[in-house]
């Protein structure tokens, strides 16, 4: 779900173009690559928000599994015990079993609206500032042309011109030098150890 997101989100917004015209043989072109899922997944920023969304995956997904359960323990008490019981108590329980499955499907509609509802909260503002970092260093260092390097079409990119390390380095300076504007009075939360995968487990 949120690598589905994050993915979605760094093919319509990180495809930064310029144009190539007025350019000599004295003024090649500069053309680059930037790996916005490395860079999101490798800053401060970015795993802090990525560990919020880790923890109410987590969550939710809790929530889920134990509903699963009580319809499971009552699927397996009809299957055991429908035989013992009047044709009543069977309507009733098959009656409680439909109901439960119902609840069961709408608390995993309502789990992946949230999901959703949360991911787009914490992570625009990421790519926010994150855009602001990519276009100052692109017109600082006067580059023509950046691709999106897990954009298809492009079939290999030399590390030489990957500038994903590069803008990790600046973003995290640009994360700092916000967090540092924040008002005193509001207490800055401890980051949690970094995951070894940023992207929830389906």
């Not at 090649?28 to 999101?40: C, F, W, Y």
């Not at 608390?107 to 855009?131: I, N, S, T, W, Y």
């Not at 260092?141 to 380095?169: C, H, N, W």
């Amino acid at each position: 779900m949120l690598k589905k997101a994050v993915l979605a989100i760094m093919i319509i917004s990180f495809m930064l173009c310029y144009s190539l015209s007025g350019h000599t043989a004295q003024d090649p072109l500069k053309i680059a690559v930037i790996d916005i899922k490395r860079v999101i997944n490798t800053s401060k920023y970015g795993q802090e928000v990525m560990d919020q969304l880790q923890k109410k995956y987590e969550e939710l997904q809790a929530k889920l599994e134990n509903k699963g359960k009580e319809l499971e323990t009552l699927k397996d008490e009809i299957e055991k015990k429908s035989h013992l019981w009047s044709q009543e108590m069977r309507e009733k329980k098959q009656s409680e079993y439909q109901r439960k499955l119902r609840e069961l499907k709408t608390m995993q509609e309502d789990a992946q609206f949230e999901m959703q509802e949360l991911e787009r909260k914490l992570l625009d503002p990421v790519f926010k500032e994150l855009e602001v970092v990519i276009k100052n260093f692109v017109e600082k260092e006067k580059y023509d042309l950046i691709f999106e390097k897990t954009q298809p079409g492009i079939y290999f990119a030399s590390t030489r011109i990957d500038l994903s390390p590069q803008i990790v380095d600046l973003f995290n300076k640009h994360y700092e030098e916000m967090r540092s504007k924040k008002p005193a009075t509001e207490p800055v939360k401890p980051k949690e150890p970094a995951k070894p995968t940023a992207t929830p487990k389906r």
